[in-house]
């Protein structure tokens, strides 16, 4: 009964997270920002420039960080800021720079390329699941 679950296991399986892969690069390319993700992107692209971990101090910085891999590989400059005081939400005085340095259709793009990399999460998930349920 076990090797028969798993022969058809895949051949659903597949499909599926195809059309979720399909439907969600569609939201990605298609919806505008999430309520933070305008001072998590530019944080992330802090944490790999400058080697510091004090712009949004208050999340794990790893998932920015990879979310922002697009951008510290890219040609894209930025002034960052050297605050010292702990009162000081850096990272939303880096969203504004950041929203004001990439105006437009460049920070559709980059923003899409950004939301890319979350299918890295996706993918392992996915693959997490499927086979704990084998």
């Not at 910085?61 to 930025?78: D, N």
């Not at 990399?117 to 693959?127: D, E, I, N, P, W």
Request: proline share 6%.
């Amino acid at each position: 009964m076990q090797a028969a679950l798993r022969r058809f296991s895949l051949p659903i399986t597949v499909p599926i997270l195809l059309f979720a892969t399909a439907l969600i690069v569609t939201q990605m390319w298609r919806s505008g920002w999430c309520v933070d993700e305008s001072a998590h992107l530019p944080s992330g692209w802090y944490h790999l420039s400058t080697g510091r971990m004090e712009a949004y101090r208050v999340n794990p910085p790893l998932p920015r960080m990879i979310a922002a891999l697009p951008l510290w590989l890219s040609e894209s400059e930025m002034a960052w800021y050297e605050v010292a005081l702990p009162v000081i939400r850096l990272e939303f005085l880096l969203a504004v720079d950041f929203i004001e340095n990439f105006v437009g259709q460049e920070i559709q793009q980059k923003l899409f390329l950004c939301r890319l990399t979350y299918l890295l999460f996706f993918a392992v998930g996915g693959l997490s699941v499927y086979l704990w349920a084998l």
